[in-house]
């Protein structure tokens, strides 16, 4: 993954980050993102020492930037880039980056640096070892209750759409297996083995999921209506109208179409909800171990798990109700 638009000294750090680190694709742009907008601001910067005066020029050409230039940033300089950042997106949205995205930046940034000094070992000192990274809010995850993931289900017309068989399989394996987009738009006829899927997912970490009867039938019904002729893509599951794998927007179409259907606001739920809802119903209805779902979700640190296994707003009141005080 070359890019014309960045130091070499930058996408030699992208290359080691695919090949050594085995990062995703989707990490990848992101880094390239975030790192060319440091490259513009630094450049920026350096020739007007103040952030107020910065006009931004999306095409500038910072590939002139080299090792030596990098080496004399200092941490000072990345905060006001996070500063200049902020106060940009509130002269456009009147709110200023979320704490999620200051802190992918960071990371982009810390990594690139530590690259440079561990790896290359052509840094005497690393600036970002004082570079703090924003506190994260924790807020609790969007789902599904188990009625409306009833009626999400019903709302496809099984038989009478073209290819309603098709999206209520789709539907199914996201609400039950907490599949990411991803995952499910990848899926090969070969990944299914009797009642196993195997799924890649983040990291190319290869995972292998249950599938329940739910699953299994609808699976099995898909089949039956499954294209065979003029495939493009001959070994993907989901087909698309065109012959060809079914996308991951198309995917996010039907799920906000089916939701609408449902009587749902499809601005709150999106696939990745459906995932969220998965883990919830999993926890919630079948007690499920954090630990075994963790390995059913494909989380590689438990941290991660914990953020589904919330407790919901009935365990709530019915804490508070058990309080002896209740009947004083």
Avoid at 269 to 283: D, E, G, Q, S
Avoid at 287 to 292: E, K, L, N, Y
Wanted: aromatic letters at 8%; proline letters at 2%; glycine letters at 4%.
């Amino acid at each position: 993954m070359k890019y014309d638009d960045v130091p070499k000294i930058i996408n030699d750090f992208l290359e080691y980050m695919q090949v050594i680190k085995n990062r995703s694709d989707n990490t990848l742009k992101e880094y390239h993102y975030d790192l060319r907008n440091l490259c513009i601001f630094l450049k920026l910067y350096s020739s007007c020492g103040n952030i107020n005066k910065i006009v931004w020029d999306e095409k500038l050409d910072v590939n002139d930037l080299d090792l030596d230039f990098f080496k004399s940033v200092n941490t000072t300089d990345f905060y006001s880039f996070l500063s200049y950042l902020d106060s940009s997106h509130k002269e456009k949205n009147h709110s200023g980056l979320k704490s999620t995205t200051r802190a992918r930046k960071v990371s982009a940034i810390k990594s690139f640096y530590n690259f440079l000094a561990v790896n290359l070992k052509v840094l005497d000192k690393n600036p970002t070892i004082g570079l703090d990274s924003p506190k994260l809010e924790k807020r609790l995850p969007k789902y599904l209750s188990l009625e409306e993931s009833t009626s999400l289900l019903q709302s496809v017309k099984y038989n009478e759409q073209k290819f309603g068989r098709r999206d209520y399989c789709i539907l199914t394996l996201f609400l039950n297996c907490g599949l990411r987009l991803s995952e499910l738009v990848n899926i090969d006829l070969k990944d299914i083995k009797d009642d196993r899927l195997t799924v890649i997912g983040k990291g190319d970490k290869e995972r292998s999921i249950h599938l329940n009867k739910a699953c299994l039938t609808s699976i099995s019904r898909y089949m039956e209506v499954r294209p065979k002729d003029n495939l493009k893509d001959r070994d993907a599951l989901f087909i698309s109208e065109r012959g060809t794998r079914i996308g991951r927007r198309m995917v996010e179409l039907l799920v906000k179409k089916y939701v609408e259907l449902a009587g749902l606001d499809s601005r709150k739920y999106t696939p990745h909800k459906l995932r969220h809802t998965a883990a919830t119903l999993m926890h919630k209805y079948g007690h499920v171990d954090i630990r075994a779902l963790q390995q059913v979700l494909g989380h590689e640190s438990i941290s991660t798990t914990q953020i589904y296994t919330h407790v919901d707003s009935d365990e709530v009141k019915n804490a508070i109700d058990s309080n002896p005080l209740n009947n004083i």
